[in-house]
């Protein structure tokens, strides 16, 4: 093990409440246990979940740091015991359960990819979150095919941006995608999207209708909720999955649940948080076997809309809460 500073630099919670809460502080250096790296952080990337969890509505599970942040990318400095197949100097992106806005940041192993060849620091911490959370939800859980076809509401969030790409990728036959403005409609048809829909001036169960000679889609992943579920029901094709992410206009609604039984669809959901280890190790592996070669041929690639540095991250919260970005923020060391 390398020499190591007995501190670290780290942006804190102070308290539950608005961007300002977030404060530099210094905590004592991490150290990696059995199983994990010790990571000196480039680039963090920014998740909607860490404004959820600085407004403190959601916690970290136990065990994990209570300083937000749930993917980053830079250079391992420490290994535990038990980590054969990593080194030190190594460069590594990785999903973690927390500790990400930090100057060093632990991480399980089973969690830590390798920078994909041609990316930099800040589009490597772009790519944990949003791409383990759309395999295991899109491709695990909804079981998306090649010739199907996917409806992303929230098409420019970090998460959509993610999602169109990879469905594309992976042999979409049409993808829709709801964002707010044309302007973000045409970002997420510049990603892939057959179609963008501005969910503002337009019923998207009207256009999916047209478009699809009234078949409906294959695939809906959702981060709405509220009124958007009854709709999604009826926006499905027979043998539908719908799999909800987030329920960004609530959980609690009254449904007609009578299409799900007619058209025998699937409704589901995961939150990628709490998992353990070997689950996120097992998407890890996924990942690197089919997406990593992706992501090195350009042939996706995460959405950096904007970075900012460490310090900033209340900035970072203010624009993201915004929802002005197209793709993700990241922050800078
Ligand atoms: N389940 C999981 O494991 C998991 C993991 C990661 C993230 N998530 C969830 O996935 C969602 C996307 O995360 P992200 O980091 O990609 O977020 P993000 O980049 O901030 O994007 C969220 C987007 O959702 C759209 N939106 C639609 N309705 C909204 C509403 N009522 N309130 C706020 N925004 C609304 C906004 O775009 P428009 O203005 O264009 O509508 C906004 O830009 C979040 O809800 C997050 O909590 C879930």
């Known amino acids: 093990m390398t020499s190591l500073p007995a501190t ?3 942006i804190e919670i102070s308290e539950p409440g608005g961007p300002e809460v977030l404060k530099p502080a210094t905590r004592p250096m991490p150290l990696p246990g059995m199983g994990e790296v010790l990571i000196a952080v480039k680039a963090a990337g920014v998740n909607r979940p860490d404004l959820q969890q600085r407004q403190g509505g959601y916690d970290p ?3 994990a740091s209570d300083i937000p942040g749930l993917e ?3 250079r391992i400095v420490a290994l535990g015991l038990g980590v054969p197949h ?6 590594v992106c990785a999903l973690v359960a927390g500790g990400g806005y930090a100057t060093h940041c632990v991480a399980p192993a089973p969690q830590t990819l390798p920078v994909p060849k041609g990316l930099t620091m800040v ?5 944990p979150e949003t791409f383990f959370t759309v395999w295991t939800n899109v491709f695990e859980r909804a079981r998306f095919q090649p010739g199907e076809s ?3 509401h929230g098409g420019t969030s970090g998460i959509g941006t993610t999602a169109i790409q990879l469905t594309r990728a992976l042999g979409a036959h049409q993808i829709f995608a709801t964002a707010g403005t044309i302007e973000k409609c045409r970002a997420c048809e510049a990603l892939g999207a057959t179609r963008g829909i501005d969910y503002k001036i337009m019923d998207f169960l009207k256009v999916i209708r047209e478009m699809t000679g009234g078949r409906g889609v294959d695939v809906i992943l959702d981060m709405v909720g509220g009124d958007y579920v009854q ?3 009826s926006a499905l094709a027979m043998e539908g999955r719908l799999v909800n992410v987030a329920f960004l206009k609530g959980a609690k609604i009254e449904v007609n649940l009578a299409p799900v039984m007619l058209k025998r669809l699937t409704v589901t959901g995961s939150t990628l948080r709490p998992r353990t280890v070997e689950q996120k190790g097992a998407i890890a592996a996924q990942l690197h076997r089919t997406v990593w070669p992706l992501l090195e041929k350009k042939t996706v690639r995460p959405v950096i809309y904007r970075t900012f540095p ?3 991250a209340a900035e970072a919260h203010r624009l993201m809460e915004s929802s002005e970005h197209i793709g993700k923020i990241v922050l800078e060391l």
């Open 72 to 74: 980053v990318a830079g």
């Open 8 to 10: 670290m630099t780290a």
């Open 86 to 91: 990593l080194r030190i100097g190594d460069e």
């Open 231 to 233: 709709r999604n029901l």
């Open 123 to 127: 589009e490597a911490a772009a790519i």
């Open 150 to 152: 996917i409806l992303i």
């Open 310 to 312: 460490l310090a900033q």
């Open 61 to 63: 599970p136990p065990g």
